[in-house]
């Protein structure tokens, strides 16, 4: 299997697992659980993978020079991208539904295109062009039931998860050329560890303290979240930005929502409707564009 192959695989998986967390916190909710204490499990059930895989991996130096200034960005981006994302998604999540939320977060494609060009003057190919409108035609269509914004509330939620995609989105960028230098591995238990220093300060600052007084059930939700929803899917992205690009790896994420749709109907009984399954297909068909329109460009 070639390289960028490969990217796509673990990329769709990533996105599939990371996708999986908006049900898992909307499930958590139910037993009324406070949002920082909920994004505080998720990331200390995390940390001890983190640090153990750094521990492993102690003697494996990067060949690239790497210099004061790349730690500086990389503490910014895991501040950014791990941190701020997850905490406005999860504010989010306490106002819309897990549907809604995907499709608000699925406008950082485009936010990360923008900002590569903004930043790095990537170009933007009539491949990826292409298969970002498939893909966005895809999503309206799967979510046009899903679009009623009326009440305060909902306008509330869904600005919160806008700015969750655009956090998001910066790290994306800015993982894209900090990876190559640190490697997969280094650079994704480093970004968690700030990730989680920051919500452990604002935990300090503002947190309930009634960490210990919840059900079961809620510290299952947040250890299944550390695990399926952000130790594993966070190697298989960062290992799909480094074979694909911030750019091909963020079209890619158009099957969150698909995912989080199918997830919400089983374990939310959240609806299904005959235009979101025509949605998922047109999603999945610009997808597996992108995938075909990548080997034969890798082949010429």
């Not at 299952?220 to 694909?244: C, D, H, K, N, Q």
């Amino acid at each position: 299997m070639s390289s960028k192959s490969l990217g796509i695989l673990y990329g769709v998986l990533g996105v599939v697992l990371f996708s999986s967390k908006a049900v898992m916190v909307k499930l958590a909710y139910r037993y009324d659980v406070d949002t920082l204490d909920l994004l505080l499990f998720r990331m200390l059930f995390s940390l001890p993978f983190y640090i153990l895989i750094l521990f492993l991996i102690r003697k494996k130096s990067s060949k690239a020079k790497i210099s004061p200034k790349d730690y500086a960005w990389l503490a910014l981006f895991g501040f950014v991208g791990y941190y701020l994302a997850s905490y406005f998604d999860f504010e989010g999540l306490n106002y819309i539904k897990a549907g809604l939320e995907r499709i608000i977060l699925f406008v950082y494609p485009t936010i990360v295109v923008f900002l590569s060009w903004l930043i790095f003057r990537q170009k933007i190919t009539k491949v990826q062009g292409i298969a970002i409108l498939i893909t966005y035609v895809g999503v309206l269509i799967t979510f046009w039931d899903e679009l009623d914004v009326s009440g305060n509330e909902v306008l509330l939620g869904g600005f919160l998860v806008l700015l969750s995609a655009i956090t998001y989105a910066s790290y994306l960028v800015g993982s894209g050329w900090l990876i190559p230098k640190f490697g997969v591995l280094r650079f994704t238990c480093y970004a968690m560890i700030i990730s989680t220093l920051c919500i452990a300060i604002h935990y300090l600052l503002a947190g309930s303290w009634e960490f210990m007084d919840y059900s079961w059930q809620v510290y299952a939700y947040g250890l299944a979240m550390a695990v399926f929803a952000t130790l594993i899917p966070s190697f298989l992205v960062s290992a799909a930005i480094e074979r694909l690009g911030a750019n091909n790896f963020s079209i890619l994420g158009s099957l969150g929502p698909i995912s989080t749709i199918l997830l919400a109907f089983v374990f939310l009984d959240e609806k299904l409707t005959y235009w979101q399954l025509i949605g998922m297909l047109v999603v999945i068909f610009g997808v597996t564009y992108l995938s075909i329109q990548g080997k034969k460009r890798a082949k010429g």
